[in-house]
């Protein structure tokens, strides 16, 4: 048996953890590519999904303490919202709009993660709108003198919002516990980088806020993961902010309403699937003997059927009562306490 | 009992509401050295500042921070400087504070307070003197309020503080120094959503809130004395949720209808008054339902005269009472 201490690279993490990791990535891939075929069937209206991006996001999340810390996601970020603890029947459920959806009951589109007890924030459709409620949150978190941290998620074109810089900005002034981690995979829908920005990394402009910034290859789970570990401690330790540019690639369109041929080249997406996350991580486990091939296919079996169910149990889930549209607009008497 | 004037009021209601509840904090810029009208003179010594915190210049940022801080068990009143630049915090109030309750089918909720200086009649420009209930009353979720009298202000800043609800907390400027009243040393609140009767009367409803108020009550009492025009004077204090109720009561009572704003007139809040006393009080109605409010140009110009020119004042709105009395 191969001690994993010594392997390096794998940050102290035990042969569980490694492939509880593992098993949260190649979740996120299947519920991601099931989201996509339900949309293909016509049952789900709309689809967005972050296959591609699976390590940046479960890497970072590893790190978070579920129910401790605090996530305010954006729509790709299947891989966090498991890891955190939600379900494939959690996000289907939300997928097919359906009334048990803990999100919002088919209110929000999909991928619009929330789920209050494991303190994922529900986030809109407003790209950057998100980010200051985490540094509010961190701000409260510091002010209440609580051991948590907040970490939020966004993609490259959110850091051309002012939301983004204002509230890097106030992060920066008060010092605050929280993460701020960039999923950059070059394109905001068709708008590649070079045209959204004059810099080459999105790291580089922390420095004008006053706190680090870590470029980190995003495919390389382990690598993201003690980025993120070091952001918790420097968090934790209330040395303030850290901003994480996670560099990965979205393997699948913008969006089901998206066809991405109209502005990448397949050339260019073929040499990404050459560093697909999952993969390179199924290669490093193998490597070092955390597990064998069969060993991962059997993850991936049970994976397979617990999607399968989840998408059965949420199919024939009901619909919210349609005139239950008109409520929660407000605060309702009896929620008061 | 002692005599105060709105601003005095309003900074005795966070100040008592501070004192009350210790997860109430006072956010925006230039707050810690009192605000730019002294609305927060003070609070700085007595709460620090972490609880009176001086933002950067980030409007978005400071709403969207309170929003975030609401959601982890603090109470936040985030002071916009003027309503005329709350416009870069559009889309945190919009999108984010209004909706966050809704589209979590009722599971995160924001009780936020949101305070904004409005209003013309101070020199102050095209930029220090918008009126910008309307586009927040336009908006399910929100809560907003207009407050004319230092007595509704500290009732109604209150009850806004304990509400669960995100609400707008509109001051006018012009009102926060007009004249004092007599506020109770105990701690009263005034209820959201309820009009209340300035002046009883009898031959016309006069429907406003705000500054307007003041010249609407004075325009009656000129009325009175001049023309032995009785008109029952309502303000709204709060313009979402507006209390239809004690309007259409009072409509059919007089027969007649006069709104009054200060905002410009297409699209005002008055608009939605109207409509709803049109549909409602249809059979109750002796006369056109009429509206005095500014034009339709941005309020308001630097100079003064030009300003005058624009807003409804007394005079005006005691006009527009006699020719509606004679229809
Ligand atoms: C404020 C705003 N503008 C435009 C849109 C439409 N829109 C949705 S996603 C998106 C691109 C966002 O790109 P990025 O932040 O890089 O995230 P990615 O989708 O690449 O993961 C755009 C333009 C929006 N949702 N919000």
Redesign the pocket.
């Known amino acids: 048996m191969v001690s994993v201490k010594d392997i390096p690279g794998a940050s102290g993490l035990t042969k569980e953890q490694l492939l509880a990791m593992y098993q949260k990535m190649a979740l996120a891939r299947a519920v991601g590519e099931r989201e996509r075929m339900l949309n293909r069937l016509g049952k789900g209206p709309f689809a967005v999904t972050?296959e591609g991006?699976e390590a940046a996001q479960v890497g970072v999340a590893f790190a978070l303490r579920p129910g401790q810390d605090w996530i305010v996601p954006?729509?790709?970020d299947i891989g966090v919202a498991l890891t955190i603890g939600q379900t494939p029947r959690d996000l289907l459920l939300a997928h097919l709009f359906r009334a048990e959806d803990i999100s919002g009951g088919g209110r929000n589109m999909p991928s619009h993660f929330s789920d209050p007890k494991l303190r994922i924030v529900s986030t809109s459709?407003?790209?950057?709108?998100q980010i200051p409620h985490a540094v509010g949150i961190a701000l409260a978190s510091k002010l209440r003198k609580l051991d948590e941290v907040t970490a939020t998620f966004?993609?490259?074109?959110?850091?051309s919002?002012g939301d983004w810089h204002e509230s890097m900005n106030f992060a920066g002034i008060h010092k605050l516990p929280v993460i701020f981690v960039c999923?950059q995979?070059w394109?905001?829908?068709s708008?590649p980088w070079r045209k959204q920005a004059a810099v080459e990394s999105v790291a580089s402009r922390a420095e004008g806020y006053g706190f680090p910034g870590v470029s980190v290859d995003g495919n390389d789970v382990l690598a993201v993961y003690r980025v993120a570990k070091q952001a918790m401690s420097r968090a934790r330790d209330g040395e303030g902010p850290t901003l994480i540019e996670a560099v990965t690639y979205?393997l699948v369109p913008?969006t089901s309403d998206d066809d991405d041929r109209r502005y990448r080249s397949r050339e260019e997406v073929e040499e990404w699937k050459k560093k697909d996350p999952l993969i390179r991580f199924s290669a490093w486990i193998e490597e070092h003997g955390i597990a064998d091939h069969s060993d991962l296919e059997r993850i991936q079996e049970k994976i397979a059927q617990e999607v399968d169910e989840a998408s059965e149990y949420a199919e024939q889930a009901p619909v919210a009562e349609p005139e239950s549209a008109l409520r929660h607009v407000y605060v309702e008497e009896e929620e008061v306490v | 009992m002692a005599e105060k004037t709105m601003v005095e009021a309003i900074r005795d209601a966070m100040f008592e509401e501070m004192k009350r509840d210790d997860r109430i904090i006072l956010m925006g810029e230039d707050v810690g050295s009192g605000g730019v009208f002294r609305a927060s003179e003070g609070l700085l010594d007595e709460f620090g500042p972490e609880r009176c915190m001086d933002t950067p210049l980030a409007e978005s940022c400071i709403v969207g921070a309170a929003i975030g801080a609401s959601l982890n068990g603090i109470l936040p009143i985030a002071e916009m400087q003027f309503a005329s630049f709350s416009h870069p915090a559009f889309?945190q109030i919009i999108s984010e504070a209004a909706r966050m309750h809704y589209r979590s089918n009722g599971t995160w909720s924001v009780p936020l307070v949101i305070r904004a200086p409005y209003g013309a009649g101070i020199h102050g420009g095209p930029y220090h003197s918008q009126s910008i209930e309307a586009f927040y009353a336009h908006v399910p979720g929100l809560k907003v309020i207009c407050v004319a009298t230092p007595y509704d202000a500290k009732g109604l800043l209150k009850s806004a503080i304990r509400d669960p609800n995100p609400v707008i907390f509109l001051e006018h400027k012009k009102a926060y120094r007009l004249s004092r009243q007599e506020i109770p040393d105990e701690d009263y609140t005034v209820p959201i959503g309820k009009a209340e009767i300035k002046r009883e009367g009898s031959d016309m409803t006069l429907v406003t809130y705000g500054l307007m108020t003041h010249h609407s009550l004075k325009a009656a009492e000129t009325v009175q004395d001049e023309d032995g025009l009785s008109v029952e004077v309502i303000d709204l204090r709060t313009v979402s949720p507006w209390d239809r109720e004690a309007v259409l009561a009072s409509v059919e009572k007089t027969g007649k209808v006069l709104i009054v704003y200060e905002d410009n007139l297409t699209g005002g809040f008055g608009a939605e008054v109207a409509a709803t006393i049109a549909q409602d009080a249809f059979d109750h109605l002796d006369g056109p339902v009429t509206r005095v409010a500014s034009p339709d140009v941005p309020i308001a110009p630097f100079a003064g005269p030009l300003e005058e020119y624009l807003l409804p004042n007394p005079e005006k709105i005691a006009s527009a009472i006699r020719d509606l009395a004679a229809y």
């Open positions: 972050g991006q954006y729509y790709r459709a407003c790209v950057g709108t966004f993609g490259d074109g959110a850091t919002t999923e995979n394109y905001a829908i708008v979205r913008h | 889309d």
